[in-house]
């Protein structure tokens, strides 16, 4: 009798284990629809539900304010332990928290789950600018740096500055005589760069790709540990031109702090199932965004990482104190 | 000869069962986010991307109910700043100034036809020149650098005193209070928070709708309890027709605009509510003191109603010539034809001649389809007016809170838009006007960053605000328009002089 109720026990402890689903499931997107944790959010919710890996659909949530400090909030403060929801995320997430931009909120305060999709920084110049190469716009760079404009879709202390600054500081420019003209969004940066008025345009390879093809931009060089495809497939890491500096846009979430281990477990595994289907590579290459996938544990090692490299990124180049 | 040949192949396209099925839905639901304050045309389409990826529309498909839904909220954006005061779209604040008066004075029905003919001019004329000069005139959105911004920032302030009323220091200091609300949140420049006391919420700084919506609307509610003692004015049914005569000597005012929302519309950034404001008052000044502008006259309609529609076809222009987004609708907009392997750019007119061909024809189709639907709506619409006010108005008011909640799912926007409502209350009983004070927070935001942009790249020269051709042609503009209220006073005297003899 007694081993029955303990077979039942476990079985039952087991199959919950095993069985944790969804009710309700719900993705928040901490900024307004049509940005990139929106685009992250619903593409994976569809992504999720075309797999059958949740029983309904995922909503979808946009949550604005303080550069996604508002969601984090939030989550921290009202929605600790829902196992229900995740939470898209980005480089602007830990660049924030880095910065101590989420008030007194740390990256300790959530569960990081996972990334599964990358986008890569790159730096160009317009189509006729006299620069062939990165060495040629460094060299000229080094000899007046007041004469350079670099243009980004990010404030200043934003991923597109942090971008420029990281270029500087391995071609050995001084990041205080960096001239960084910020932009609302890489769009304008880059009709900005086409009209001549900044030289220097840094952004993300998946804004570029309609002025690759068109011809009307020079990409110098992109910032991933190998190269990329399609279009970018002759354009040389910036690693393979002896500058040593990474960007990579990893799109990913975290969830509350409090959630069940099971849930926990629950949405990596699905993440994983997500991330290696036919579907999702789709999306990827439908969006020009590159294969990246850290999941779980690993993860969280990879955000803790991150977040004190960016922390003392930013001191050193004078963005914080 | 080829650009007939073209548009008849884009008519193949737009008048395939299909896709003039999505045009209408595009129309309707334009219509609707347009009437609904509180929901813009960057969540509508925003949020009908993943439809058209669900449905597997092809990309033509796709833009042209896209772009239906853009242009379709232009048209409905009037509806609610006529009939109740409260703008449904920012780009439909300025309409508000004289076509709440015209209700006030049983002119509803005649307001908002004659924002219907407008829209339908306007954005019939917009695709047009779009079809017609779209790559040529692409080159003049890039000439605009932080330079010309700021010069035409200058110049939307120049035109300042035409919505200033009968005090024109009292809109100055309202004016004023925009621009100060235009410095709270992170300093775009430095990446500090500005005026923000700690609050995370404020660090995005003020959102446009939200201030509007506070000001206009919760302030109208207000008022309205205040003054619910019966025979306070109210805008009644009255007259629901457009007379022949009103429409043509509107029809100067809505060529104009068209113009001006045009060009403003192509420029990024710039978009439909700064297009609507300068077409208002530049018509209120070239027009002078005999139309009166600003106590309900059709013409205020005209302006910024044709001037929205206008720029929203002329903020295709860069999506479609250059790949380039202008504004945070057409950024969806270019995300979605990505995705569908479209890849907008100078080769685009070529390379998918049937999404660029098929999208202007059924523009031109949505733009009669527009006049077709909201025209009998006039009807509908000013009928609401009989509903008894103290159930419209905070109904509206309802469905404005909800739907910026819907939004953005932030609380904290709504308790702005409650302290927004007390300061809009304050400032009409003090009689200030409200409207200066949405201008100074949508152009003092674009002056400054494209001030001190321009700074940047200059190294701190000034010379640079005045280095190119049209930052001087703005220049020169904005002082003629600052010191023509003199010189048309003194015209106007001296003609009011000799009449006296």
């Not at chain 2, 110049?155 to 004023?176: D, E, H, P, Q, Y």
């Amino acid at each position: 009798m007694r081993w029955l109720i303990t077979a039942l026990l476990v079985a039952l402890a087991g199959s919950g284990l095993a069985q944790f689903t969804p009710r309700n499931p719900e993705c928040i997107a901490p900024a307004g629809a049509g940005g990139g944790w929106d685009f992250t959010c619903r593409s994976v919710a569809q992504v999720m539900l075309d797999l059958k890996l949740i029983p309904q659909p995922m909503k979808v949530t946009n949550v604005t304010g303080g550069g996604g400090g508002v969601a984090y909030a939030n989550v921290v403060t009202q929605r600790n332990n829902d196992p229900n929801l995740i939470v898209a995320a980005s480089p602007a997430t830990t660049v924030r928290l880095a910065q101590g931009q989420y008030s007194r909120f740390t990256e300790r305060d959530v569960r990081w789950l996972g990334a599964i999709a990358a986008d890569f920084g790159l730096v160009a110049v317009k189509a006729d600018a006299p620069w062939r190469t990165m060495q040629e716009l460094v060299a000229s760079w080094k000899a007046d740096p007041a004469k350079i404009a670099v243009g980004g879709g990010s404030a200043v202390g934003g991923q597109d500055h942090m971008k420029v600054l990281l270029l500087g500081r391995a071609a050995g420019i001084e990041p205080r005589n960096i001239k960084y003209v910020p932009f609302d969004g890489g769009g304008e940066a880059l009709t900005s760069l086409l009209g001549g008025f900044i030289q220097v345009f840094a952004g993300d390879a998946s804004e570029l790709r309609a002025q690759v093809q068109a011809g009307t931009v020079r990409v110098l060089g992109v910032m991933a540990p190998r190269r990329l495809e399609g279009v970018y497939a002759n354009i040389p890491t910036l690693r393979e031109l002896g500058y040593n500096v990474e960007w990579v846009v990893w799109r990913g979430f975290y969830a509350p702090k409090n959630m069940p281990t099971e849930a926990y477990e629950f949405w990596v595994r699905a993440l994983r199932q997500v991330e290696r289907s036919p579907e999702w590579a789709r999306v990827r290459e439908q969006n020009a965004l590159g294969k990246f996938s850290m999941l779980g544990a690993e993860f969280q090692v990879f955000i803790d990482r991150q977040v004190n490299q960016f922390r003392s990124l930013s001191r050193e180049l004078g963005i914080i104190r | 000869m080829d650009i007939l040949q073209a548009l008849l192949n884009g008519f193949g396209v737009a008048l395939a069962p299909v896709n003039l099925l999505l045009v209408l839905l595009g129309c309707l639901v334009g219509t609707l986010i347009g009437v609904l304050p509180g929901i813009g045309p960057i969540s509508g389409v925003a949020l009908l991307v993943p439809l058209t990826f669900a449905l597997k529309l092809p990309p033509e498909s796709a833009l042209i109910l896209l772009a239906g839904i853009y242009y379709g909220a232009m048209y409905g954006g009037s509806t609610t700043s006529i009939l109740l005061n409260i703008p449904g779209e920012t780009s439909s604040v300025v309409t508000a100034i004289d076509g709440h008066k015209l209700a006030k004075q049983g002119k509803a029905g005649p307001a908002l036809a004659m924002a219907a003919w407008g829209s339908f001019i306007a954005g019939t004329l917009s695709v047009l020149g779009l079809m017609t000069l779209g790559p040529l005139l692409a080159q003049w959105a890039i000439r605009f650098g932080p330079a010309e911004y700021f010069a035409l920032m200058v110049f939307g302030f120049s035109t300042l005193s035409a919505l200033a009323g009968k005090n024109l220091f009292k809109a100055l200091a309202a004016t004023g209070f925009g621009l100060m609300l235009a410095t709270v949140g992170q300093d775009p420049q430095s990446g500090i928070a500005r005026y923000t006391f700690g609050v995370m919420q404020l660090e995005d700084g003020m959102d446009f709708l939200v201030v509007a919506i506070g000001l206009f609307a919760v302030s109208e509610v207000l008022v309205f309890l205040e003054e619910k003692a019966p025979g306070a004015v109210q805008a009644q049914v009255g007259r629901i027709y457009l007379s022949l005569r009103d429409f043509l000597s509107s029809l100067g005012t809505i060529l104009r605009s068209s113009v001006i929302g045009f060009l403003i519309g192509i420029l990024p950034g710039a978009g439909a509510s700064i297009a609507s404001f300068v077409a208002y008052t530049t018509e209120k000044r070239l027009l002078g003191p005999k139309a009166r502008l600003g106590e309900g006259d059709l013409r205020g309609v005209a302006a910024p109603e044709s001037a929205n529609n206008a720029a929203a076809g002329g903020a295709l222009i860069p999506l479609l010539t250059l790949g380039l987004p202008g504004s945070g609708t057409t950024a969806i907009m270019l995300g979605a034809l990505m995705s569908l392997g479209v890849t907008p750019g100078p080769q685009m007119f070529q390379t998918h001649p049937q999404v660029v061909w098929g999208l202007i024809a059924s523009m031109y189709v949505g733009n009669a389809v527009l006049l077709l639907l909201n025209l009998p709506l006039v009807g509908l619409f000013v009928r609401l007016l009989s509903v008894p006010a103290w159930f419209l108005i905070p109904a509206v008011l309802a469905i404005s809170l909800i739907g910026v909640y819907a939004v953005n799912n932030n609380p904290f926007d709504l308790l702005l838009m409650a302290v927004f409502g007390l300061v809009g209350y304050l400032m009409r009983k003090l009689d200030f006007p409200l409207a200066p004070v949405l201008l100074g927070l949508v152009l003092g935001y674009l002056m400054e960053i494209n001030l001190r942009r321009a700074m940047t790249i200059s190294n701190g020269d000034i010379g640079y605000l005045f280095s190119s051709p049209i930052a001087i042609a703005l220049w020169l503009l904005a002082g003629l328009s600052l010191l023509s209220p003199l010189i048309i006073a003194r015209i106007g005297k001296r003609g009011l002089g000799n009449e006296e003899v």
